[in-house]
């Protein structure tokens, strides 16, 4: 039988596209029975407070940073979304003494636009908030070395060799509302997928690129960081690619209810616990790393009751 024609962007594969019964069975999930998701090779961890999550979320880039020496350097990629723990990070890095000599930092993605990644001046660029957030705020004698800091760029030849000889330790994410890691979007429905979204294995061959971005992703992101002006938004970007992901020992995604919805917070940890694979939700595919932990702050996660608001 045919797939299901998206109801929220016809020309592109999206999680509405899935069977009914996968729907179902995701948005009836209690946030008691999300915590029972785990299994191996998958952690579901819950947090209770705000400030528990976030901190928990800065000590993964200590933990991998402190790991790191001349002869092992050992780095972590991050993204943009969630960001309150990327002062967090600085606090500790300065509080502790920790010398990044010997660490890396990997960001996830940027924004392309003109036919480059956006400059670091663009008030939406990625590279900006990281550096602001976070690396300007660490004690010089304490900086990690310039070259140790890779951001994806038009051509990303620099960006996947810098992977070759550095041990990621993991690599941290939020979810978007495509159900996303990094800006890794279901693919649009067309050419040899216009009938069926790519193979896994297709998905999974895939490195950092240019690529366009789901209409869902343009209105998430117009939300979360420019009041909702859509025009502000770039319509392409730069993204660390699934080939990369699987370099990494852990992949580590945070959930604190502001960057994806009820059902989608359920919908990828019930995909990835029942080991359904679909590359129109994207995120699914984490089912076959071999070390996944998501992160819920338990209040964010919602209902998916019906409410008339």
């Known amino acids: 039988m045919p797939r299901k024609i998206s109801s929220i962007a016809p020309d592109w594969w999206d999680y509405t ?50 790991q790191a020496t001349a002869d092992n ?15 967090l990070v600085a606090r500790l890095v300065n509080e502790l003494g920790l010398g990044l000599r010997h660490a890396h930092f990997w960001g996830m993605d940027e924004w392309y636009q003109d036919g480059r990644e956006v400059p670091a001046t663009h008030p939406l660029s990625f590279e900006r908030a990281d550096r602001e957030l976070c690396f ?6 304490l900086a990690m070395p310039e070259a140790n800091l890779h951001f994806p760029k038009a051509d990303t030849a620099a960006y996947q060799k810098s992977w070759d000889g550095v041990r990621c330790a993991v ?7 495509t159900k996303h890691w990094a800006f890794n979007d279901p693919p649009r429905r067309t050419g040899a997928h216009r009938d069926a979204p790519p193979t896994p294995a297709e998905y999974r061959a895939l490195g950092t690129r240019r690529v366009d971005l789901h209409p ?9 960081s420019g009041g ?15 080939r990369e992901t699987w370099r990494a020992e852990k992949v580590s995604i945070w959930q604190a ?19 359904l694979v679909d590359t129109a939700v994207p995120m699914s595919l984490l089912a076959d790393h071999p070390n996944v932990q998501f992160n819920y702050y338990r209040p964010g996660l919602g209902t998916c009751e019906i409410e008339m608001h």
């Open 216 to 224: 869902i992703t343009l209105a998430q992101n117009a939300r979360t």
């Open 228 to 242: 909702g002006n859509i025009a502000l938004v770039p319509t392409e970007a730069l993204t660390v690619g699934p």
């Open 257 to 275: 209810g502001f960057h994806d919805n009820p059902f989608g917070q359920r919908l990828s940890a019930f995909m990835i616990s029942e080991r």
């Open 136 to 141: 300007s705020r660490i004690r010089p004698e």
């Open 171 to 177: 690599m941290q994410g939020g979810q978007g509302e």
């Open 17 to 66: 596209t899935l069977d009914a019964e996968i729907i179902r069975a995701a948005a009836a999930l209690t946030p008691a029975r999300i915590a029972q998701l785990s299994r191996p090779g998958f952690r579901v961890v819950m947090y209770d407070t705000l400030e528990d999550f976030y901190l928990a979320e800065a000590l993964e880039y200590i933990t991998a940073w402190r």
């Open 73 to 87: 350097p050992v780095g972590i990629c991050g993204p943009i979304g969630p960001t309150e723990q990327l002062p």
